[in-house]
């Protein structure tokens, strides 16, 4: 199982259900047991998807993107 949540600079992330920290690529170390778990997914694959939906809701109107 894979936890959906969120960093404080606003990236969503997903770890492994059992993992202590997870560390966003902005630098800021995110410990689980206090993070607000957003979602779960069975595995990395939903977890990605799961992120990426999230990211763009985020987004909203802005307008959309390419990838990456
Ligand atoms: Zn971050």
Do not use: N, S, W
């Not at 949540?5 to 059992?18: I, S, T």
């Not at 957003?38 to 694959?45: I, K």
């Amino acid at each position: 199982m894979y936890l959906i949540f969120r960093c404080r600079c606003g990236r969503h992330l997903y770890a492994q259900e059992g993992a202590k920290t997870r560390t966003c690529p902005c630098g800021r170390r995110t410990t689980l047991a206090k993070a607000r778990i957003l979602a779960r997914a069975e595995d990395a694959e939903a977890a990605g998807e799961m992120v990426r939906a999230l990211q763009q809701k985020d987004r909203g109107m802005t307008g959309f993107r390419p990838a990456g």
